[in-house]
């Protein structure tokens, strides 16, 4: 079986090819970069509009699948921007009809997840799911995904984007960040916002923008935040490890690219016996495959809807789905 996904709901237009061996047989993205500022919904989605054919036609050269050997369309069915979404909806709805094959609707937060899981090859691992928008710790319990912590205010990697953009670069600013922070030293005072399982980084936000106005050198502040915040996600993580008696950890969504922050969520999993893992940095990002692969799963499991049916759900959140292939 080959499934093809498409995947839109921010600033990353993605088309994916996998079949039932989790093999990706391709990806093709393109991601909308601002000229400046942070992502502006509608002229995210007419980026999505332009690049969705070519990215179709990439994956299905990359893949050497031919259209009439794809068993069935995925797409990011929410959380995301409202114009996104129906962009990606819109080209998953037409290759449906076009190649008479079902449509499945997938949530994006339960396709990090269960990409992680497969590569992984950990049964039954938390996550920890930190991206732009979403910042939650996961783990699966009685017919789908719960989420035991999450950020109260904004997800970790907004926050790292809208500090950059602020101290005068350009988005994405979670990699540039990153860099910079690699040749800072001093680790400055920032708040530490973690609430049981929760976190909340708008208070850090002001406080690191703050310091900068006060003459902080910019290495420093990126290294600061990286610490404080990758550290308060660490303390999270370990807490539901703890609760749950667990003792695999996975990654996935853009931030888990971050090196600091493997090593950090590394060091803690495996110096209390346990074992984390994280997956290849094209597929942390938002991706086509993870779409095509959670979709692959939902529909063994019986999961797939009419065109009529398949309306976006831009706030469908990670608990709000069953995931019938887990089990009951
Ligand atoms: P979601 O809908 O899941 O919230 P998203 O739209 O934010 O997804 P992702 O591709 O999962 O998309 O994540 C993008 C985020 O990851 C951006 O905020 C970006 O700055 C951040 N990011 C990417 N690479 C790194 C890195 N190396 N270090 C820190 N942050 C990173
Ligand atoms: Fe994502």
Same mark, same amino acid.
């Given at each position: 079986?080959?499934?093809?996904?498409?995947?839109?709901?921010?600033?990353?237009?993605?088309?994916?090819?996998?079949?039932?061996?989790?093999?990706?047989?391709?990806?093709?993205?393109?991601?909308?970069?601002?000229?400046?500022?942070?992502?502006?919904?509608?002229?995210?989605?007419?980026?999505?509009?332009?690049? /969705?054919?070519?990215?179709?036609?990439? @994956? $299905? =050269? #990359? !893949?050497?699948?031919?259209?009439?050997?794809? &068993?069935?369309?995925?797409?990011?069915?929410?959380?995301?921007?409202?114009?996104?979404?129906?962009?990606?909806?819109?080209?998953?709805?037409?290759?449906?009809?076009?190649?008479?094959?079902?449509?499945?609707?997938?949530?994006?937060?339960?396709?990090?997840?269960?990409?992680?899981?497969?590569?992984?090859?950990?049964?039954?691992?938390?996550?920890?799911?930190?991206?732009?928008?979403?910042?939650?710790?996961?783990?699966?319990?009685?017919?789908?995904?719960?989420?035991?912590?999450?950020?109260?205010?904004?997800?970790?990697?907004?926050?790292?984007?809208?500090?950059?953009?602020?101290?005068?670069?350009?988005?994405?600013?979670?990699?540039?960040?990153?860099?910079?922070?690699?040749?800072?030293?001093?680790?400055?005072?920032?708040?530490?916002?973690?609430?049981?399982?929760?976190?909340? /980084?708008?208070?850090?936000?002001?406080? @690191? $923008? =703050? #310091? !900068?106005?006060?003459?902080?050198?910019?290495? &420093?502040?990126?290294?600061?935040?990286?610490?404080?915040?990758?550290?308060?996600?660490?303390?999270?993580?370990?807490?539901?490890?703890?609760?749950?008696?667990?003792?695999?950890?996975?990654?996935?969504?853009?931030?888990?690219?971050?090196?600091?922050?493997?090593?950090?969520?590394?060091?803690?999993?495996?110096?209390?016996?346990?074992?984390?893992?994280?997956?290849?940095?094209?597929?942390?990002?938002?991706?086509?495959?993870?779409?095509?692969?959670?979709?692959?799963?939902?529909?063994?499991?019986?999961?797939?809807?009419?065109?009529?049916?398949?309306?976006?759900?831009?706030?469908?959140?990670?608990?709000?789905?069953?995931?019938?292939?887990?089990?009951?």
């Amino acid at each position: 079986m080959v499934v093809l996904g498409i995947e839109s709901t921010a600033h990353t237009a993605s088309v994916g090819l996998v079949d039932e061996g989790a093999h990706v047989l391709a990806v093709a993205s393109d991601m909308y970069k601002p000229p400046s500022g942070g992502i502006h919904p509608r002229e995210a989605a007419n980026h999505h509009v332009e690049v /969705f054919p070519s990215l179709v036609e990439r @994956a $299905l =050269a #990359l !893949s050497s699948v031919r259209p009439s050997e794809v &068993d069935a369309v995925a797409f990011s069915q929410g959380p995301g921007l409202g114009p996104c979404l129906r962009a990606g909806a819109t080209v998953a709805r037409i290759l449906s009809l076009a190649w008479n094959r079902p449509l499945v609707p997938v949530n994006h937060c339960v396709a990090h997840v269960e990409i992680a899981r497969v590569l992984s090859g950990l049964d039954d691992p938390l996550l920890l799911y930190a991206s732009g928008g979403n910042t939650q710790v996961i783990a699966y319990s009685r017919g789908r995904y719960r989420v035991l912590g999450e950020t109260l205010d904004i997800g970790i990697g907004n926050f790292l984007d809208k500090l950059w953009i602020e101290l005068g670069g350009t988005f994405p600013g979670g990699p540039q960040l990153e860099a910079d922070a690699k040749t800072g030293s001093e680790l400055l005072p920032l708040p530490y916002s973690v609430h049981g399982m929760d976190v909340a /980084f708008s208070g850090m936000l002001t406080a @690191a $923008l =703050a #310091l !900068s106005a006060r003459g902080a050198r910019r290495p &420093d502040l990126s290294y600061s935040v990286e610490v404080t915040a990758y550290a308060m996600l660490t303390e999270i993580t370990e807490r539901a490890l703890a609760h749950l008696r667990a003792e695999a950890v996975v990654l996935g969504g853009g931030v888990a690219c971050n090196d600091r922050l493997r090593g950090m969520v590394r060091g803690m999993t495996e110096g209390r016996g346990g074992t984390m893992y994280a997956p290849p940095r094209n597929l942390c990002v938002d991706n086509g495959a993870m779409i095509a692969w959670t979709g692959l799963l939902a529909l063994r499991a019986g999961q797939s809807v009419p065109v009529e049916g398949s309306a976006v759900a831009p706030r469908q959140r990670t608990d709000l789905v069953t995931t019938p292939w887990r089990g009951s």
